[in-house]
Structure formats: C-alpha cells, structure tokens
C-alpha cells in the first residue's frame, strides 16, 4: 500500500513538472496542414502571395475542401470588385461636380466595375447549387469559369480606356490601384476553380468510369469461371447441370 501511495505522489510529481514542454502556444497539426492546402492552392495561381495573404486567414474554415477555396475566393473577390466600384464611383462624384472630362471614362469604368460584381454573384450562384438547379456539374462548372472570365475581361476593359484616354495622373493611379488588386485576385480566383474545381471533378469522373470499367471486367471473369467450372453430373440417366 506504501508503495502504491509512493508512486502515486512521483506521477503527479511528474505531470506537474516545469520539464514537460509547453504545447497550449503550439495551433494543432490540422490547422498547420489546413495552411499548407490554402498556401499549396495559391501556388498554381498567377498571384501566389497575394492569394495566400487573402485566403490564409480563412484556413480553418476551408480546411482541406476544394469547393470551400473556390466559395472563399470569390468572396473576397466581390469585396474587392465592391471596393473597387466605391472608389471609381466616388472619382466620378468629384469630377461631375467640377465638369471634368474624365467623366465619360469613369462612368464606363463604374459600369464595368458593376459588371464585375454582379457576373461574380452569378458564379457563386453556380458553386452553391454545383449538385442541384437541373442541369449537370459539369455545366455549372464551365457556368463558373464562364462568369468568372467575363469578369476578369471587365477589369481589364476598365484599365485600358484609362490608357487610350487623357486622364488626371491622380485620378489615373487610383483607379488602377482599385482596380489592378481586383483584376489580380479575380485572376487568382480563376485559377483556383480551373485547378481545384475543375481538376478535380474531372478526376473522380476518370476514376468512376475506371471503376466502373474494373466492375464489368471482374463480373465478365466472374462469368467465364463459372462457365469452365460447370460440369454434369448423371443420376439415374437424368443430367444435372451445375
């Protein structure tokens, strides 16, 4: 019973020992390996370090989950084509107040800033109902790209009448600032669903009619064997087939 008492009191010894490293500080290997999914997704993008300074903050929430990337990327990305639409709006509020001739240009780059947010709003549209609203994943996947892309193509719209125009050089830098981060992250988001989304349905597609095509060839070598152990059994000048 001293014994037991004494090795009882040397274990709590132990466990409250300073010696025992400290891991409370120390975020769980699935939030490391979570980081490491959204860093390895951005990496096949055009912008890597703008994409994980964007996305790796929502790590815990998109795990390890293809579609959850896409449908954080193009949150971000609207709040980007938003922003950029308020700070091209509030130019074109400013030179209607003073008769600039920037006005024309700005009142199309706003259109197509508006553009961009609602061609964005209709790919989420085709993410969220990806296995539903009548129509196959695949349709709603090049659905996405397909929004996704004529975003991209109105950002760059946007920036080169600033180009062809004569514009305010201060009026000029801000607009392509707003407009150069959406254009990148709208790039990005691209990027991620052709090589995440797309990519990978692609595959588990390959990988079912692999399946699919194992299943028949097992059934058809099923079939043989049974045939060539087939034999006749005679009793009482009767035949039995087995």
């Given at each position: ?5 004494i ?44 994409c994980?300074?964007?996305l ?15 449908t ?5 990305n ?8 308020l700070?091209?709006?509030?130019l074109l ?18 259109e ?17 109902n990806?296995?539903?609203g ?7 996947l090049?659905?996405m ?17 600033f180009e ?10 801000k ?28 595959n ?11 299943f ?9 064997q ?6 006749a059994v ?9």
């Amino acid at each position: 019973m001293l014994r037991f008492v004494i090795l009882s009191l040397t274990l709590v010894a132990l466990i409250n020992s300073s010696n025992i490293p400290k891991t409370a500080a120390t975020p769980p290997s699935r939030y490391q390996n979570y980081n490491t999914f959204v860093k390895t997704a951005c990496n096949s993008t055009t912008y890597p370090t703008m994409c994980y300074n964007s996305l790796s903050s929502y790590s815990s929430t998109i795990k390890a989950d293809p579609i959850k990337l896409c449908t954080t990327s193009l949150n971000v990305n609207l709040k980007y084509a938003k922003n950029a639409t308020l700070v091209v709006s509030n130019l074109l509020k400013k030179a209607k107040s003073t008769s600039s001739p920037e006005v024309p240009v700005l009142k199309d780059c706003v259109e197509e800033m508006k553009d961009t947010v609602d061609e964005l709003k209709q790919a989420m549209a085709e993410l969220k109902n990806l296995y539903g609203g009548g129509i196959s994943k695949e349709e709603h996947l090049k659905n996405m790209k397909t929004w996704v892309s004529a975003a991209l193509t109105d950002d760059t719209t946007c920036t080169d009448e600033f180009e062809e125009e004569e514009v305010n050089e201060e009026t000029k830098k801000k607009v392509e600032k707003a407009v150069s981060e959406l254009s990148k992250t709208t790039s990005n988001t691209l990027a991620l669903i052709t090589n995440y989304l797309v990519e990978i349905f692609q595959n588990n597609q390959l990988k079912q009619e692999l399946s699919l095509l194992n299943f028949k060839k097992e059934r058809t070598t099923l079939t043989v064997q049974i045939k060539t152990n087939s034999y006749a059994v005679f009793q009482n000048k009767k035949i039995y087939y087995l």
